[in-house]
């Protein structure tokens, strides 16, 4: 565990960047097998342009790095600024909102997006404005109370046969509406995620035979290094009882380099493994993002989305429609569609519940099922997640059940209840 323990921690606490440093770019040493496979990757247009304005003498198979690009991650006022047009409210959240969640955004997601335009969807999920600082009703820093149920150090027990395994503190990019921007990019809660807390979490669930399901989060787990994430992988695997494990991640979303061949060559190892991806607009589905999936895909392992609806990102049916249905083409199953967390400073971010019914109402009928994700609430104060639909039921008329359709027909159902009724043979 020595030599995972040293590797992992080359990206946690992250590295600094060239642009903090003041030195000119330095080529990191890749195998050569890597850097070919890099070099015939796609990529998307949006992407071409931006590296060649911004890193002209980068080659492509060290921008394909994804050692590189979480090296030279964004993560400064002054970095920022050289490659967006900032608006006030933008640069006022680094002296108004000292101590909140840190910045830090991959060139490869930087490149997607619009560098003049405040409202640009992507832009706004992770350039901090100084609404961050303004604290409305309900709100707190862990909505979800997940501290109250940690079972062991980074170990969330909250469902009887399941629990939540975070395992870093780290991400390549950090959300503004993060549910866990409480602990993420933070040094605090360091010891969290240190090899003694991984050791006490594990022993955990091998003491606890309820558990079936394990769920590997953080932080973004594929942000470990390899070494390190295959030894936690290889731990609870060994456990009996634990039958199925997960993995919560947004990488393939903002750092699609990191899904290598290497790395998929080891995650097959663990099936059943399951992969829940963050997906937020249809601006990620990208020729990158789509090899990564299909990589993913290819090696047997189911893909689910999670998306978070958020205003002036993606609160439209159409806008909705267009994720779900480009996932799907990439071989991710729409799976829950969450209502922001009513976390320190999301206000901005929240729209009201009426809005998600109203794009389940809209998706609902008018494409595939498959393409149709379960809206959810996620239960202040620890309840847990809360499925919300679109009603469906009008009401009854003698023993018909009064339905309503996607299109707004009414229709009946004989709901007899088992009962043959007076005209049975």
């Given at each position: 565990?020595?030599?995972?323990e040293?590797?992992a921690h080359?990206?946690e606490?992250?590295?600094?960047?060239?642009?903090?440093t003041?030195?000119r770019l330095q080529?990191?040493?890749?195998?050569?097998?890597?850097?070919?496979e890099?070099?015939?990757?796609?990529v998307?247009?949006?992407?071409t342009?931006?590296?060649r304005?911004h890193f002209?003498?980068?080659?492509?198979?060290?921008?394909?790095?994804?050692r590189?690009?979480?090296?030279?991650r964004v993560?400064?006022?002054?970095e920022?600024?050289?490659?967006?047009?900032?608006?006030?409210?933008e640069?006022?959240?680094?002296?108004?909102?000292?101590?909140?969640?840190?910045?830090?955004?991959t060139?490869y997601?930087?490149s997607l997006?619009?560098?003049?335009?405040?409202?640009?969807?992507?832009?706004?999920?992770?350039?901090?404005?100084?609404?961050e600082?303004?604290?409305?009703?309900?709100?707190?820093?862990d909505?979800l109370?997940?501290?109250?149920?940690?079972?062991?150090?980074?170990?969330?027990?909250?469902?009887?046969?399941?629990?939540?395994?975070?395992?870093?503190?780290?991400?390549?990019?950090?959300?503004?509406?993060?549910?866990r921007?409480?602990m993420?990019?933070?040094?605090?809660?360091?010891?969290?995620?240190?090899?003694?807390?991984?050791?006490?979490?594990?022993a955990?669930?091998?003491?606890?035979?309820?558990?079936r399901?394990?769920?590997i989060?953080?932080?973004?787990?594929l942000?470990?290094?390899?070494?390190?994430?295959?030894?936690?992988l290889?731990?609870?695997?060994?456990i009996?009882?634990?039958e199925?494990l997960?993995?919560g991640?947004k990488?393939?979303a903002?750092?699609?380099?990191?899904?290598?061949?290497?790395?998929?060559?080891?995650?097959?190892?663990y099936?059943?493994?399951?992969?829940?991806?963050?997906?937020?607009?249809?601006?990620e589905?990208?020729?990158?993002?789509?090899?990564?999936?299909?990589?993913?895909a290819?090696?047997g392992?189911?893909?689910?989305?999670?998306?978070?609806?958020?205003?002036?990102?993606?609160?439209?049916?159409?806008?909705?429609?267009?994720?779900m249905q480009?996932?799907l083409?990439?071989?991710?199953r729409p799976?829950y569609?969450y209502?922001?967390?009513?976390?320190?400073?999301s206000?901005?971010?929240?729209?009201?519940?009426s809005?998600?019914?109203?794009?389940?109402?809209g998706?609902r009928?008018?494409?595939?099922g498959?393409?149709v994700?379960?809206f959810?609430?996620?239960?202040?104060?620890?309840?847990?997640?809360?499925?919300?639909?679109?009603?469906?039921?009008?009401g009854?008329?003698g023993n018909?059940l009064?339905?309503t359709?996607?299109?707004?027909?009414?229709y009946?159902?004989?709901?007899?209840?088992?009962?043959?009724g007076?005209?049975?043979?």
């Amino acid at each position: 565990m020595k030599n995972s323990e040293t590797s992992a921690h080359a990206l946690e606490p992250p590295h600094r960047g060239w642009h903090e440093t003041g030195l000119r770019l330095q080529a990191v040493p890749a195998a050569k097998s890597y850097a070919l496979e890099q070099v015939t990757s796609p990529v998307g247009r949006s992407t071409t342009a931006f590296r060649r304005r911004h890193f002209p003498r980068l080659s492509i198979s060290l921008w394909n790095d994804w050692r590189w690009q979480v090296r030279n991650r964004v993560t400064s006022l002054t970095e920022l600024s050289h490659y967006l047009k900032l608006v006030p409210v933008e640069k006022r959240a680094f002296s108004a909102c000292p101590g909140k969640l840190p910045l830090s955004i991959t060139p490869y997601y930087l490149s997607l997006m619009d560098p003049d335009d405040s409202a640009d969807p992507l832009r706004r999920t992770m350039v901090p404005t100084w609404f961050e600082g303004v604290v409305g009703p309900g709100e707190s820093g862990d909505p979800l109370v997940e501290d109250h149920d940690m079972a062991a150090p980074g170990l969330v027990h909250r469902y009887p046969d399941r629990v939540l395994f975070l395992a870093t503190g780290f991400c390549a990019a950090y959300c503004r509406y993060c549910t866990r921007s409480r602990m993420v990019g933070h040094q605090t809660y360091g010891p969290v995620h240190s090899r003694e807390a991984m050791e006490r979490a594990i022993a955990y669930i091998e003491a606890t035979p309820s558990v079936r399901d394990v769920l590997i989060s953080g932080g973004d787990p594929l942000t470990m290094a390899d070494d390190r994430l295959e030894w936690l992988l290889s731990r609870l695997r060994r456990i009996p009882h634990v039958e199925v494990l997960r993995l919560g991640t947004k990488t393939p979303a903002v750092l699609p380099q990191r899904i290598t061949g290497d790395l998929v060559k080891r995650l097959k190892r663990y099936h059943p493994l399951f992969m829940s991806l963050h997906f937020t607009h249809p601006a990620e589905l990208t020729p990158e993002t789509a090899r990564a999936c299909a990589r993913l895909a290819d090696a047997g392992i189911p893909l689910g989305s999670q998306t978070v609806l958020l205003t002036g990102v993606n609160d439209s049916v159409e806008t909705m429609r267009s994720l779900m249905q480009g996932l799907l083409k990439m071989r991710v199953r729409p799976y829950y569609l969450y209502q922001c967390d009513p976390i320190t400073g999301s206000a901005h971010f929240r729209t009201p519940v009426s809005k998600g019914l109203e794009i389940i109402r809209g998706l609902r009928g008018h494409t595939s099922g498959y393409a149709v994700p379960t809206f959810v609430i996620d239960a202040p104060g620890g309840g847990g997640k809360v499925a919300l639909y679109p009603e469906a039921v009008v009401g009854k008329n003698g023993n018909d059940l009064v339905l309503t359709n996607y299109a707004g027909g009414t229709y009946t159902y004989p709901d007899c209840g088992g009962s043959p009724g007076t005209e049975a043979c």
